[in-house]
């Protein structure tokens, strides 16, 4: 849907920079896919890179539609630092010309096929073997399988067609796992577009659970502060009920799209979103109740394979960034979005399962660099981002992932110490 672009004399301007060309975006603002706040975060800023990763060329022709003028704000749109954006930008080219962004059908057929065989064997111990807890251990993992292909079907890797893409997120988030496409996206896109960036990054903003900076330590109040000196104890068994907070973040933010969602694009999703949430709850109650022969075995079932899943996905996503410095609005200005995703992302070492295990993800830097780069590729092209990264003095960071773990808990508890000194 093609919407006709005018200026509103009541709108305020929304410029943002893309290839030495200033946009005035604030008539597209309240129907971009991606939400409201990652356009702002981008408010008299230079977008290039960020845009060019993240969006098709349907969306640059949309821009090019869009008024341009000359930044009026007397913060001008900063150009990122040229010489790494240009090497990343050869890059990019580079691997255009060789197909890499161009996803194998026969991988994602693999990938789909045996990541929901995964669950079907799950349902079938249950049926035919009554092997309750061992069903539910391989549904978790499911679940964590089920949550990397939902997220490379959101990041438009595998369809050229947006339309496919955005119908297999659907299947593959809110039917099979209860959680919202577009609430996702909305939340992970911002993510993407200021990794680790304090009052813009929404992945860091965990209080009064965790804190991940001085900041947050600053702005918790005296009970929040008494609880978060412990954080690097409880962290662990606490990640385990993330998909208990995904799912009910999930519901809020679908019936919020009926009610007081002013993104247009939003209020269209509402019924799909709310319907394939449904469906999830609906198929897991009836599954639960027509083959668990008890109601503690069903209730046992649930958490085990729900907190295993919300575990195997959790531990994955805190090690990507959390255990890096977050950093403030200024320096995310200094380092160009290419160099800032590089100093504020972490990779996991290599290796056979690590790769399968962490869904493509601990290549964490090179999917920051290129989200829409399908996850058979990101191994191939981290030698050549590792080699950019040595050229430039840039930090690439690779631990093996019980090194990254303890990393984790050690900044957790650089944190907590700020918290126990008494205010």
Known sequence: IFFRLRMS??????????????????????????GADIIENYRNRDATDVFMVMHSHDALNK????????PTSPRSPKTPNDEVAEDFRKLRKDMIAKGM????????VYKSATTVALGAVAMLMVTHLQWYYISAI??????????????????????????????????????MQGYS???WKDRHNGHHAATNVQGHDPDIDNLPVLAWSPEDVKNAGPGTRNIIKYQQYYFLPTIAILRFIWCFQSILGVMSYKTDSKNLYYKRQYRREAAGLALHWILK??????????????????????????????IVVFLNHYPLDKVEESVWDGHGFCAGQILTTMNIQRGLITDWFFGGLNYQIEHHLWPNLPRHHLKAVSFEVEKLCQKHNLP???????????????????????AAVPV
């Open 9 to 34: 004399p009541k709108r305020e301007a929304l410029p943002i920079t893309i290839d030495g060309t200033t946009y005035d975006v604030s008539a597209w603002v309240n129907h971009h896919p991606g």
């Open 63 to 70: 821009l090019k539609r869009m008024p341009v003028m000359e």
């Open 101 to 108: 962004f161009n996803a194998s059908p026969l991988f994602y």
């Open 138 to 175: 391989l549904l978790g993992l499911c679940y964590q399988q089920l949550g990397w292909l939902a997220h490379d079907y959101c990041h438009h890797q595998v369809f050229s067609n947006r339309a496919y893409n955005n119908f297999a997120g659907l299947l593959f988030g809110n039917v």
């Open 181 to 183: 496409e577009t609430w």
């Open 285 to 314: 109650s009836v599954f639960l109740f027509c083959y668990m022969p008890s109601f503690l075995t069903g209730l046992a079932f649930f958490l085990i394979s729900e907190c295993l899943g919300g575990f195997g996905i959790a």
């Open 396 to 418: 690439y960071r690779a631990p093996p992932m019980h090194t990254g773990v303890a990393q984790l808990l050690g900044y957790l508890g650089k944190i907590a110490q700020l």
